[in-house]
C-alpha cells in the first residue's frame, strides 16, 4: 500500500496521479461554492453516467460480435481494498494510541506542564489566529493537495541543491540560537565557531 501512494506521489503512473490531483483539488474548490453532500452526490451523479454508458457501449459491442464481452471495469472489481482482522486490528491499535497521545500533549501544553512548550504553543496559536484571517480550512487543504504532488518531486530532482541550503539554515539557526543561550546566561555572545575541525585559535594578546 505505501508503494502505491508513493508512485502516486511521485507522478509514477501520470493519468492515475493526474486523475488523483485534479479530482482532488476540484473537488476541494467546489465546496467553495457549493456544500459537500452537493458536490458528492454530483461527483457520484457524474461516475456513474460515465460507468453505466461505457458499460452498455462494451455490451452492446459483444452483442453485435465486435468486442468479447469482458466487463471494462473488471480490474477495479477485482482489487481488493479489504482489511484483513489481523491489518484492521493493528490500525485500529494506531488510531487510538495516536488520538490519546495527542489528547495527552495537548492536555500538558494547555494546563502548562512545561512552560517553555507552553509558551511556544502560546505564539503559534497566536499566529494561526492571523492565519485563519487570511485562509480558511479548505484552501489549507487545496494547498496541502498541491505540495504532497509537488514538493516530494521537487525534492527528489534538486535534492543535492536543497540539502546544501537546508544545511546553511541550520547552520544560521543553530548561530542565532547560541548566541540567544550565552545572553540568556549573561555572558557575551563570543566569537563564531570555527566550523573546521583543529581550526586555529585567535590569539590573545
Given at each position: 500500500?505505501?508503494?502505491?501512494?508513493?508512485?502516486?506521489?511521485?507522478?509514477?503512473?501520470?493519468?492515475?496521479?493526474g486523475?488523483?490531483?485534479?479530482?482532488?483539488?476540484?473537488?476541494?474548490?467546489?465546496?467553495?461554492?457549493?456544500s459537500?453532500?452537493?458536490?458528492?452526490?454530483?461527483?457520484?451523479?457524474?461516475?456513474?453516467?460515465?460507468?453505466?454508458?461505457?458499460?452498455?457501449?462494451?455490451?452492446?459491442?459483444?452483442?453485435?460480435?465486435?468486442?468479447?464481452?469482458?466487463?471494462?471495469?473488471?480490474w477495479?472489481?477485482?482489487y481488493?481494498?479489504?482489511?484483513?482482522?489481523?491489518?484492521?486490528?493493528?490500525?485500529?491499535?494506531r488510531?487510538?494510541?495516536?488520538?490519546?497521545?495527542?489528547?495527552?500533549?495537548?492536555?500538558?501544553?494547555?494546563?502548562?506542564?512545561?512552560?517553555?512548550?507552553?509558551?511556544?504553543?502560546?505564539?503559534?496559536?497566536?499566529?494561526?489566529?492571523y492565519?485563519?484571517?487570511?485562509?480558511?480550512?479548505?484552501?489549507?487543504?487545496?494547498?496541502?493537495?498541491?505540495?504532497?504532488?509537488?514538493?516530494p518531486l521537487?525534492?527528489?530532482?534538486?535534492?543535492?541543491?536543497?540539502?546544501?541550503?537546508?544545511?546553511?539554515?541550520?547552520?544560521?539557526?543553530?548561530?542565532?540560537?547560541?548566541?540567544?543561550?550565552?545572553?540568556?546566561?549573561?555572558?557575551?555572545?563570543?566569537?563564531?565557531?570555527?566550523?573546521?575541525?583543529?581550526?586555529?585559535k585567535?590569539?590573545?594578546?
Amino acid at each position: 500500500m505505501t508503494d502505491k501512494v508513493l508512485d502516486l506521489i511521485y507522478w509514477k503512473d501520470m493519468e492515475r496521479t493526474g486523475l488523483l490531483f485534479t479530482g482532488l483539488v476540484v473537488g476541494l474548490l467546489s465546496l467553495f461554492q457549493l456544500s459537500i453532500i452537493t458536490v458528492v452526490s454530483t461527483l457520484c451523479l457524474v461516475t456513474m453516467c460515465f460507468t453505466i454508458s461505457v458499460r452498455i457501449y462494451y455490451h452492446v459491442l459483444h452483442a453485435l460480435q465486435w468486442g468479447d464481452g469482458v466487463h471494462p471495469f473488471q480490474w477495479y472489481l477485482d482489487y481488493d481494498i479489504s482489511l484483513t482482522g489481523e491489518k484492521a486490528d493493528h490500525y485500529m491499535r494506531r488510531t487510538i494510541v495516536l488520538s490519546f497521545s495527542t489528547f495527552a500533549e495537548m492536555k500538558s501544553l494547555l494546563l502548562v506542564a512545561n512552560l517553555v512548550n507552553s509558551l511556544k504553543f502560546l505564539v503559534l496559536a497566536y499566529l494561526l489566529t492571523y492565519v485563519g484571517a487570511i485562509v480558511n480550512g479548505l484552501t489549507i487543504m487545496i494547498i496541502g493537495v498541491i505540495a504532497v504532488f509537488s514538493i516530494p518531486l521537487f525534492y527528489r530532482q534538486r535534492k543535492a541543491q536543497i540539502d546544501n541550503f537546508l544545511a546553511a539554515v541550520k547552520g544560521h539557526i543553530y548561530n542565532v540560537k547560541d548566541i540567544f543561550h550565552r545572553l540568556c546566561q549573561g555572558g557575551s555572545p563570543g566569537l563564531d565557531h570555527d566550523p573546521t575541525p583543529g581550526g586555529a585559535k585567535p590569539k590573545i594578546k
